[in-house]
């Protein structure tokens, strides 16, 4: 699926740049605080901010949760092997795992893994729940391994712009 801010990544300037590097640290800022901050007038600002957003280079505005706060504890990443990857099956798995709030990323792999899922739950017992009544309920996994995150050493969802554009 080709996305649309895709062909926008060349025309990035560097205003734009600073725009999203402060709206990735704070979303709430507002377009005459963000103008401020970058030397502009508030209305260049307002479109290049909303440029931006019919790109699909800003997807959406959210807030961030704290999951210790609100007591979720465990963090797993689980590789797993499908029993067949045709297309049918990896179509159906796909859609079964976006159905699962549980499952933060979902991702295909290369080598020996076809998906790698970041999963989020309480504690173990939750974990072990979904695993045993969720995940390997599904006739399509054949193979499923569990690697449990102990320490958290970075978390970000601040993308490098300044390393890549």
């Known amino acids: 699926m080709a ?21 990735q640290r704070d979303a709430t800022l507002s377009t005459n605080a963000i103008a ?3 030397n502009i007038s508030q209305s260049p600002c307002w479109r290049r901010i909303n440029r931006l957003e019919e790109s699909g280079v800003i997807r959406r505005r959210v807030a961030l949760l704290d999951r210790h706060a609100l007591g979720m504890e465990v963090v797993v990443f689980a590789t797993i092997n499908l029993t067949s990857t045709g297309r049918q099956n990896l179509l159906a798995f796909e859609q079964e795992i ?3 709030p549980e499952v933060m990323e979902c991702y295909t792999m290369t080598g020996i893994w076809d998906y790698m899922l970041k999963i989020v739950t309480r504690d173990i017992r939750h974990y072990e729940n979904f695993v045993r009544n969720t995940l390997t309920a599904s006739p399509a996994i054949r ?23």
Request: proline share 2%; glycine share 4%; hydrophobic share 35%.
């Open 98 to 100: 976006v159905g699962h």
């Open 3 to 23: 996305r649309k801010g895709h062909k926008l990544a060349e025309k990035i300037t560097r205003q734009d740049i600073d725009i999203l590097e402060l709206l």
């Open 143 to 165: 193979e499923l391994h569990s690697h449990m995150a102990v320490t958290e050493i970075k978390n970000s969802t601040e993308l490098p712009l300044d390393t890549q554009l």
């Open 36 to 38: 401020e901050r970058i």
